[in-house]
């Protein structure tokens, strides 16, 4: 074989006339751009979404590893099943009767990671120029998962109390008159809202299941952070309510590791063949090493203590941005109050752009998400952010809050 | 929270009116649906594409999970970068230049497996009812990536050269004028073809890369067998001669393990984006655990010699294949030989059709893939199969060749 010189020059194609129409609306993430920038080791960072990893139990996962190598390593190696690993599929169809959803292990379907299910639910609900009902703000992922199906995007407002249900009607009456179609279906967040740390209370999940049920639409609930609740009572899943068009999105993410990348989707029976068909073209499997090393570590009855640690350190941090916060930032300020999960959204000011003060924050070495991110549509947030307060230390939060609170007073001085 | 009644039916909702347009072109995998049947212990099985598991490096993989979680847990578990882990990338650009590839780590993207890549590549060059160009028979992976894109496909025929490279032009033709469109890419298998276990010669190899320049399309140039050559020399990768315009796509599924979902894409930095962009919004990343564990490996000098041993395992299967295909089988059946990778390509007869054969081999217990499954528009390999060499022992490889053969005489007589 003659080796070609290594140094030569590639010649540059224009790749443009050869792209999918769908490439012109997909977009790097803000977030990971943003977090780019934050990689300095001095910038105190509130922006990523990021679980604490000093508490990732990695002796746990050392143990499995070797369990899981040495009693069925051939099996954890090799190719397996679409829909996932049984033992773990079974665990979390238990898992999930916590909640009273009748789900069996047949409705589970393991994910790489649960962005992985927003992209399974664009591929198989969304035709190009359909629209999508979210809240917003919202999860920018599912934005950008559904982006490359050329989804479009009608919001209803959040409240302090989440989705503001009432609105769901008048949206959907929106999207047929424009689209003359109906919308693929309603995405909610009902825990611990990302961005906005808000959660929905049981009247409205039970008003959004009436309305769903009598406008036809399917709902998705994403509830990656519903296990990590600091205070107050569980509320009952949509799922539950009505388990015969809710796509229930849970993650790993967030309570084991995210470097796993292990998600699910739980659905009826009689969706799951679509979705099993989706992912064979997407990757054929879940990771089957991933999958074994999560079900040995549930099985042996590690992950539940393991939460109920990450809620103590989670809610310290909690309650220490919200005390820092009050202490710090000046009148005019507000923020939610969540019960749980990684976030809090915070409101400045209305002269204040949260864009334009990410500069001066840096400058202050802490970095957030600014609000506008967070609306599928750039029509709102503009005086608001996103602040994670799992990431950080206590030490650090406090750090980061005061010399925030300084930036902002600087601004409005 | 109330729990309510588990046992309740969930009402059975009709989600055909809620789909996607491109959902009616997602089928199932017939091999998956096919090897469902073959999971019966007692059947010696050529159908599935699965490597030996006896061979998977687990003493080398417990190793590497013990360093990466002791020495980098805290990184290997957290979210990481949508291009992959920069030590990986690296070695895997080097490992590119043994081929004379200009690659940098910039140009190497890591997806979940290679079945990933092939969903990324429907994703940024798959308008619906654009044609892709692929040999016939191809793999059939390739194939149910991009019927979710809605992909049309115009086959050249393969000889026991690999894809006949002069009928390409007028491929080209017939596709513009069907569709007004060029199609989106050539997709070629150079190395040990999956089916046909045929290869490229590099006179082919050229004429392929002249016509793609001359025409102006991509290529889409799949190696997952490329390192697992028994004899011959390495043939210059059809990236090499025109890295400008091809995107290649490798894996560590057939050399290390299948089960940590790894594989890669390698193309022009000008293009990278793109693909970053699409992973994004299907998974964030791929799995950092598994990166890390592969990285470690390779890193260590272990991947090389474990390809080493698996080559010559491998080499002894294919030749008693070949040795029981010549001593079992009646005459007028022919088949190729590979010089590399996992599989053959039989032709039996044309009065046996091997789909219906496949049932008188089962009650034989033996299992094969039925030629027809690889072809995209289902018109050819009616007389052919795909033969698996890599998973059976030798012992079983002759058993199960002696039994094909006599239950193909019984068919002729």
């Known amino acids: 074989m003659n080796r070609p010189d290594l140094n030569r020059d590639i010649p540059v194609l224009d790749w443009t006339p050869h792209l999918a129409e769908r490439t012109s609306h997909m977009r790097s993430s803000a977030i990971r751009e943003l977090l780019k920038v934050t990689q300095d080791p001095e910038v105190i960072s509130f922006a990523g979404g990021l679980p604490a990893p000093d508490f990732f139990p990695l002796r746990d996962i050392e143990e499995a590893c070797k369990f899981v190598l040495r009693e069925e390593g ?48 664009g591929k198989v609900f969304i035709n190009p120029g359909d629209y999508v009902i979210t809240g917003s703000p919202t999860y920018l992922g599912a934005i950008q998962a559904w982006n490359a199906y050329q989804a479009r995007y009608h919001t209803v407002n959040l409240d302090d ?32 809202h990302n961005p906005g740390g808000t959660t929905l209370p049981l009247e ?5 299941a009436e309305i769903a049920t009598k406008l036809d639409i399917p709902v998705v609930e994403d509830d990656p952070y519903g296990q990590l609740r600091y205070e107050g009572e569980d509320i009952l899943p949509i799922c539950t309510l009505i388990p015969e068009r809710t796509i229930y999105l849970g993650t790993f993410s967030k309570t084991l590791t995210p470097g796993l990348r292990l998600g699910w989707i739980v659905c009826p029976e009689s969706l799951m063949l679509r979705f099993v068909q989706a992912k064979q073209g997407c990757d054929l499997h879940t990771g089957t090493f991933a999958q074994h090393i999560a079900s040995d570590i549930c099985q042996r009855g590690l992950l539940k203590p393991h939460i109920k640690q990450l809620c103590a350190v989670y809610k310290e941090r909690r309650d220490t941005m919200l005390d820092a916060l009050a202490e710090f ?31 001066d924050a840096l400058k202050e070495k802490v970095a957030y998400v600014p ?12 005086n608001a952010m996103r602040l994670n307060f799992s990431y950080s230390t206590p030490e650090l939060i406090v ?15």
């Open 161 to 192: 109390d989440g989705m503001v249900v009432d609105e769901l009607e008048g949206a959907y009456e929106k999207v047929v008159k424009e689209s003359g179609n109906p919308p693929s279906f309603i995405y909610v967040l009902p825990n611990f």
């Open 399 to 413: 750090e980061g809050i005061r010399r925030l609170g300084m930036a902002l007073k600087n601004k409005l001085d």
């Open 204 to 208: 409205r999940r039970e008003k959004l």
């Open 74 to 121: 051939a099996q954890a190696m090799q190719y397996s099943a679409t829909e996932g690993y049984p033992p773990l599929k079974e665990y979390l169809a238990n898992t999930m009767h916590k909640y009273g959803v009748p789900s069996k292990a047949h409705n589970v379907l393991l994910t790489n990671g649960s962005q992985q299910a927003l992209d399974l639910l």
């Open 329 to 359: 930032w000046p009148d005019g300020c507000s923020w939610t109050h969540p019960e749980g999960g990684l976030f809090l959204w915070a409101r400045v000011p209305e002269s204040i752009d949260t864009t334009i003060f990410f500069q």
């Open 371 to 382: 609000g506008v991110n967070f609306y599928p549509n750039a029509d709102g947030g503009r």
